[in-house]
């Protein structure tokens, strides 16, 4: 080494955001899941076959060279179809050409909300468990238009994540903030947010979309464009091939398939003494399990893991306080091969 280069000090450092950002809790018990080649019941992943219109839309895009950016917001057959299902199934009009960024993922289109909608110091009600906002989507109207008259009582916006919409059970019925007639203004103040990872299964191909007026939909797709530029093009093309494709038989046929995974899984988290709270939506059971060794959740959560190979999410990743620690997130979005052999894991926990 040089005595100049011996001489500079460096002064190298992380920015001052990044000494808030951890790891998310999801993420890392995939990881330890990984180290041990076990089942990830942890992160929603949903490795379950995806609907044969929307793969052979994204092949036949990429055969026809559809591989370059396309407009910031989205492909315009894209933004139609999600129109047309917005209109159609959660009863809410918006204009394809003005209302609709298409983005990374529920979660870009999230982000991209989020930086064009809010400022520092702002304060944000989040429900509570936080990541479970599949709870939310299924609660009573009234409760939803309890919420509504809220916001505009107090001028707020509404963010609404619908990424579950189609996972329901037990007659449960979707219902959209947006659509709920009556109440004040509720159209001008939520964004809502949604995608197709889960409902098609796929979620790597990183494509979701936020609907909203046109005054904050204009700087949410100039956000997108700076963030992302777009979401992937033939990807784009496959999920607009899906929208227009899939009969309402296909969404039905979803919900029934799910309701046989939540119950297997149920089942044998009750036969191996781990109380599971039977979900109405979504793809997720929180169990109780008090009964396994350790102080907080994620020690119980690698207690589990070690045990029996099965990666869970820490209920404390869903809470601002101690609620979780007694509780472990299963996801039940996997093969049934897979998802039985979880379940013969679990019961000899026993
Ligand atoms: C409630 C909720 N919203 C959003 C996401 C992320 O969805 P996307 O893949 O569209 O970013 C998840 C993923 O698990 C989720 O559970």
Redesign the pocket.
Known sequence: MSSIEAKVESRLSLSRRAAQIVQSEIRMMSIECEKVQGINLAQ?VCDTELPRAVAEGAKRAIDRGMNSYTRFDGIAELREAIAQKLKVYNGIVVDPLTQITVSA????AFYCACLALLNPGDQVVLFEPY?G??VNTLLAETELEWIADFAARHDLFVFT?E??EYFLYDGRRHISPTSLPGTRDIQDRTITIS?F?KTYSI?GW?I?YSACDPRWAAMIGYINDLVYVCAPSPLQWGVAEGIRELSPEFYRGLAAEYVVKRDLLAAALDRAGLTPCSPQGAYYILAEVSRLPGATSKEKAMYLLRQTGIATVPGEAFFHGAEGCSFLRFCYAKPDAELEEACRRLERLV
Not at 105 to 108: R, V
């Open positions: 929603g993922g529920s979660t870009g990541y906002y599949h994540d990424i579950y995608g990872s979620t990183r979701g």
